[in-house]
């Protein structure tokens, strides 16, 4: 799955989403993943800036926003490495408070 690109969509609610997620299986050439109840990831087998603003626009229209849009994979390994760094400065924060 090499060059896969990936957008990422964040709703307000259950409705709003399940709404965009029609309207998006209706183009085809779109693989669909249900993150959680508000989040949804739209991949294409490569990079068309066609269907990244259609999905952007669907998007929009239903009253979500693009939270991310890049290779598959870079959104997860950004949030593991924010974990990571936070994890750090609350463990030297403790060091330093207990010496």
Known sequence: MAGTWEIRG?????YAMEQAIEELKKQGGLE???????????RLARR???SEDMVKRTFEIHHG???HEGPL???DRQR???REKKE???EEKRRRAKG
């Open 10 to 14: 964040l709703f307000g609610n259950e």
């Open 65 to 67: 926003f693009t939270e």
């Open 32 to 42: 669909l993943v249900v993150i959680d109840r508000r989040n949804v990831s739209v």
């Open 88 to 90: 750090r400065k609350e």
């Open 73 to 75: 994979g870079e959104f």
């Open 80 to 82: 593991r490495e924010e």
């Open 48 to 50: 068309d800036r066609g």
